[in-house]
């Protein structure tokens, strides 16, 4: 019930291509979905966020598209870039009191030059 | 402005030394979780704090595992007896109040044990 699970384990894509990442939640209470992106040497950061009152948000290249009745959620990254090259990590949390994620398992996208 | 503190950022001991990592949070944030970061298992949440307080360990995987938050200003997190398999990054986040929800990451400490 409080998994996420996400794929694929780790993505190729050529410059100017577009990256989606996959996740799947079971716990329907879950009602904050965020994206994570780490570099290699630091901690993840927060990339960008939904709540399942919106079916998607963009913000520059980066969309989350959002499927409250499949229980599903994804990342694309429009025009991808070297400089996107990084792992990253969907989640789910609670709002109601202290935000307590459970982050998938992680996607390592490459961006080929 | 500083980030979450962590330190040290590399540790490298045998098995059953202890080991504590420690954490600054970022000034003014109420919340504090410890990670831990592993390929096989992804991020998992070990345990958080809300004013300083405990509010769920369950992520603690043994009671070789314990922490602490003595202060707004300051984490540890003490193996003892450390193991093999607990060789990971561990992460310390912070958060602040409210429902912005952010989680603002350390740089990690990444501990082997031989």
């Known amino acids: 019930q409080q998994q996420v699970k996400q794929s694929p384990q780790s993505l190729i894509v050529q410059k100017g291509g577009i990256s989606i990442i996959n996740c799947a939640y079971e716990n329907t209470a879950f009602d904050y979905f965020p994206w994570y992106q780490q570099f290699p040497g630091k901690g993840p950061a927060l990339l960008i966020a939904?709540?399942?009152?919106?079916s998607e948000k963009k913000e520059g290249r980066f969309t989350i598209s959002f499927n409250k009745s499949a229980k599903q959620f994804s990342l694309h990254i429009m025009d991808s870039q070297p400089g996107d090259s990084a792992t990253y990590f969907c989640?789910?949390?609670?709002?109601?009191?202290?935000?307590?994620?459970?982050f998938g398992t992680g996607t390592r996208l490459k961006v080929l030059a | 402005d500083a980030g979450v503190i962590q330190s040290p950022r590399h540790e490298v001991t045998e098995m059953g030394q202890e080991v504590t990592l420690r954490c600054k949070p970022i000034?003014?944030?109420?919340?504090l979780f410890w990670y831990r970061q592993t390929m096989m298992r992804g991020l998992e949440l070990l345990i958080y704090f809300n004013n300083n307080v405990p509010i769920d360990d369950s992520g603690m995987p043994e009671d070789r595992f314990s922490a602490k938050m003595p202060n707004a200003s300051f984490s540890t997190l003490k193996i003892q007896p450390s193991e093999p398999r607990d060789s990971a990054v561990y992460f310390c986040?912070?958060?602040?109040?409210?429902?912005?929800?952010?989680?603002?990451f350390g740089e990690g400490s990444r501990l082997t044990v031989l």
């Open positions: 986040a912070s958060s602040l109040p409210g429902l912005t929800g952010e989680l603002f």
């Open positions: 000034s003014g944030h109420n919340s």
């Open positions: 939904i709540r399942p009152d919106v």
């Open positions: 989640a789910a949390s609670l709002t109601s009191g202290t935000y307590k994620y459970i």
